[in-house]
């Protein structure tokens, strides 16, 4: 009983705010709104009181069935009846028609030609076709613009039998012909002139029988379609499309005077025509009701009280002008029909709990790969040992992304499964127009999702098993990590052969792209290159010790580090990368990496410890102090490493020579002392080197000193690092050059281990 009073109330209560929102005024208080059926919005009112001015005067006289407005029609005035008005600029009314009659012998009988002027208004160019019917007719046009500009254009229909147009009723010539109204310059027809003719000599007398008379209108698209009887059109008017617009003035022009502004408060203006054509006003998205009224004018919308888009479980919340669908405690999403709905929470445990065994079982797979690897090298079965890979990636990884994935079920906020739809939307079927990048690992393309999200979607080389490895990699490495310097990912695609990645998208390209290409690049100052390289430090570093087991990343180098609008370091691209179990600090794995970038311990020794990315990252820092790719071939055969060029520098003292020419050179000292880092980062043996906690601090404590110190200056001396042009020319010539920012790790070497 009780819940059946509560639906009753919940039914009265819609109904109120419904009436309420269907009697929002149309016009001034105490003015007629109406007047017989048809609603007369303000500005149009039907007494000068009512009425904004003069233009938007409508007469509502007793006597006539119609509101009308005067119109001069060549000689007298003409009352044009309004059969709606429209708020967002358009006004229908009822337009004479013209004819021309003949008797048998084809005698004219009763011309009537149209010459209308308007005042106010303008007549629709593209709301409107000019027609003309008849079986031996020509319908002429003439139009003028408020300027006097002169348009004429024409039609000829004609037919013999009075069943010619039995057999094809389209208006194209046979009994009817139609034509476009002619655009003027600035689209505002005020004057048309229309008349019926005779084609040349005829003078009708021939299809008198079955046509007495043509006939020539404009009509509103889509109002009239030819049909044979029309050949004797007893209609005297069409409707026809006008526009309206307040003033001659643009928005701008107008806002500057507020006693003329009509828009209110909930309300936006928008230019009508190209200049001097007027504007309009139109309620903000979600708001309702007449823009001009400046008291209960556009009011929000309570979309909750009407059809929306939440789903059933979810609680509809009306907000000024939009609204949200709260999911219901322990499930998350936005609640919407249309969009992720109300999914269950899982909690941390749980999802911990999920992350571990997929964790646990990336690496028994790996484990085994690797002891099927070593199988197929000693027995120098190479090509079977490629074909068991292969099988062992489409039966194991494949499947284990998809248990994984599928037990995430879209729940968390790392990994949400996309359907093939949604993404084929995003990137309009993976249109070649989006392909952000293509390179080694596959294609990867920009995608706007249903929310707005710009995202980055990564699609591997169909066909191409070795690739699911990285994939699977990649998605366990990511669910671990959140750190604002690292991309995210919000999911994949298990819909295809290969699972697709989706992540954010960062706008501006790899550091890589910054430094080397010369055009287009944007010029990095110091500063910027120094908290890059703070920013990349702390993400190895948090990899390193921070997270809850130790991750390697594995491919540090330019074109991993992403930089999004604000020039904000993104650390990408896990494919390669390893979670070191806890009571371990090196793994033996395949050696792995780009060359350039690869620790020479690890290539030798195949004993993956941290300080491999610590090496990296020295390569990186080194590239950013010289404006130098890792590798190329431009410079001496024995200095085209970087890394080893960077370290006998360094040694002979050479530092200010290899130094990018583009860098403010005002701060050497700190210039030194990041060369320096540089410089542990690439010592040979591995425990020589920093750690990558140490590095991050470093560099942070400089970059601190670098704020407090630089302050006001700062702004010059980028300046003046954006004049000085960057001379560096022996750093062109790519060898390793790198188109897909996202890709999981190009030019990498793969031997096998533990020779
Ligand atoms: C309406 O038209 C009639 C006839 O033309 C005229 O007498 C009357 O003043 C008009 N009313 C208004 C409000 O213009
Ligand atoms: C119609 O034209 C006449 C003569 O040009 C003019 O005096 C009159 O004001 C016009 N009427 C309208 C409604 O434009
Ligand atoms: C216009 O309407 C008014 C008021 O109904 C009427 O008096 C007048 O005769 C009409 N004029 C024409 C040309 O129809
Ligand atoms: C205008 O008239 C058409 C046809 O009668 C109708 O469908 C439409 O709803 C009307 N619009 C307004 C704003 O009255
Ligand atoms: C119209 O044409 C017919 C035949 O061509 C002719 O007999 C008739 O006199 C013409 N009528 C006029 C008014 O010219
Ligand atoms: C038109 O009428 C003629 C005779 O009246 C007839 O022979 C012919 O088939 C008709 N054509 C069509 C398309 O109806
Ligand atoms: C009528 O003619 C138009 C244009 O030639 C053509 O596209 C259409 O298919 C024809 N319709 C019929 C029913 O013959
Ligand atoms: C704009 O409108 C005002 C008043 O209605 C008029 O005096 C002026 O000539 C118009 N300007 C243009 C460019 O049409
Ligand atoms: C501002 O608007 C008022 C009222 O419409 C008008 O009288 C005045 O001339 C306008 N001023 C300017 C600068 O357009
Ligand atoms: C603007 O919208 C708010 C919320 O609906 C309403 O309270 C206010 O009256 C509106 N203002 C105008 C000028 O219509």
């Known amino acids: 009983m009780a819940a059946y009073i509560k639906q009753l109330l919940l039914i009265a209560v819609v109904a109120v705010l419904y009436t309420k929102a269907s009697t929002q005024p149309m016009s001034l ?58 708020l967002n600029g358009e006004l229908r009314v009822a337009w004479p028609i013209a004819s021309d009659c003949y008797n048998e012998k084809g005698k004219p009988e009763n011309e009537i030609n149209q010459e209308i002027s308007l005042t106010y208004f303008h007549i629709s160019p593209t709301r409107n076709k000019f027609i003309a019917v008849g079986c031996d007719i020509f319908g002429a046009l003439d139009a003028f613009d408020s300027w006097g500009n002169h348009y004429a254009t024409g039609c000829v229909a004609y037919c013999n039998k009075p069943n010619d147009t039995e057999a094809n009723q389209s208006c194209s010539g046979i009994g009817c012909c139609e034509i476009s109204i002619p655009q003027g310059h600035h689209q505002l027809l005020t004057k048309v002139v229309y008349i019926a003719n005779t084609i ?181 079965k190479k090509r079977k040992l490629i074909k068991l890979k292969e099988q062992f990636f489409q039966q194991n990884g494949g499947l284990l992304l998809q248990q994984q994935i599928g037990r995430h079920g879209g729940s968390t906020e790392t990994a949400k499964v996309f359907t093939l739809g949604e993404l084929n939307e995003a990137t309009n079927n993976f249109d070649e127009g989006k392909i952000l990048g293509q390179g080694g690992q596959g294609t990867v393309y920009k995608g706007v999702l249903q929310d ?50 989706v ?22 100052t110091w500063k910027t290159r120094l908290r890059i390289a703070k920013e990349t430090a702390g993400v190895l570093a948090y990899l390193h010790s921070a997270a809850s087991t130790p991750i390697i990343h594995r491919d540090v180098k330019s074109t991993n580090i992403l930089l999004d609008s604000n020039l904000t370091a993104k650390v990408s691209d896990f494919g ?26 690890y290539l030798l020794t195949s004993q993956l410890t941290e300080k491999s990315d610590v090496y990296s990252f020295g390569v990186v820092l080194a590239e950013l102090l010289t404006g130098m790719k890792a590798l190329s071939s431009d410079r001496l055969e ?99 050059n790198s188109s897909d920012p996202y890709s999981l790790n190009q030019m990498s070497m793969s031997t096998f281990g533990g020779r």
């Open 503 to 524: 992540y954010e998208f960062i706008p501006n390209g790899t550091v890589h792209k910054h430094l080397h290409d010369k055009y287009q690049s944007i010029k990095l």
């Open 452 to 501: 707005k999200r710009i995202v980055a979607i990564k699609k591997s080389k169909i066909n191409d098993p070795d690739q699911i490895e990285p994939f699977i990699n990649e998605v366990v490495i990511l669910s671990q990590i959140n750190h604002r310097n690292v991309v995210k990912l919000f999911g994949c695609c298990l819909e295809t052969e290969v699972p697709l990645l």
């Open 200 to 380: 040349l000599d005829n003078n009708h007398s021939s299809v008198h029988d079955f046509n007495p008379c043509g006939y020539a209108f404009l009509v509103e698209k889509g109002y009239y379609s030819f049909k044979p009887t029309d050949l004797s059109l007893k209609k005297k008017e069409f409707p026809v499309v006008l526009n309206w617009a307040l003033g001659n003035q643009t928005c701008q022009q107008s806002k500057k005077n507020h006693s003329s502004y009509a828009c209110n408060a909930n309300s936006t203006c928008h230019n009508v025509g190209k200049s001097d054509g007027g504007y309009i006003c139109r309620c903000f998205n979600g708001y309702r009701g007449n823009p001009y009224l400046h008291h209960d004018g556009c009011q929000d919308i309570n979309e909750c009280m009407e059809p929306n888009d939440c789903v059933k479980k979810a609680t509809c919340v009306n907000l000024l002008g939009s609204y949200q669908c709260l999911c219901p405690a322990g499930s998350e999403g936005d609640g919407k029909k249309k969009g992720t709905r109300c999914t269950k929470k899982l909690s941390t445990k749980q999802r911990k709990d999920i992350i571990l065994i997929i964790a646990l079982s990336v690496s028994l797979s790996l484990v085994a790969l690797l002891v099927g690897s070593f199988y197929a090298y000693f027995a120098l």
């Open 638 to 736: 024995v200095d085209r490493n970087l890394a080893a060029y960077f370290g006998s520098s360094m040694k002979a003292g050479r530092l200010l020579h290899i130094l990018d020419k583009s860098i403010d050179m005002a701060n050497i000292e700190q210039l030194e002392e990041v060369a320096q880092i540089a410089e542990r980062c690439l010592r040979v043996k591995g425990e020589d080197r920093p750690t990558m906690k140490e590095v991050a601090m470093e560099l942070e404590g400089i970059l601190v000193i670098e704020e407090h110190c630089l302050g006001s200056d700062n702004l010059s001396s980028e300046e003046t690092e954006n004049l000085l042009k960057n001379v560096e020319d022996g750093i062109s010539g790519s060898s390793i």
């Open 29 to 86: 208080p105490n003015c007629p709104s109406k007047c017989g059926s048809v609603t007369i919005p303000y500005p149009f009112g039907t007494t000068k009181d009512c009425s904004l001015d003069n233009t938007f005067l409508i007469n509502c006289s007793q006597t006539s069935l119609l509101p009308f407005f005067q119109a001069n029609n060549s000689v007298y005035n003409y009352n044009i009846s309004v059969l709606n008005i429209s």
């Open 576 to 601: 390669a990368s390893r979670i070191v179990p806890l009571d371990h600090s090196q793994i033996n794995t395949l050696v792995q990496g780009t060359l350039g970038y690869l620790d020479p311990e």
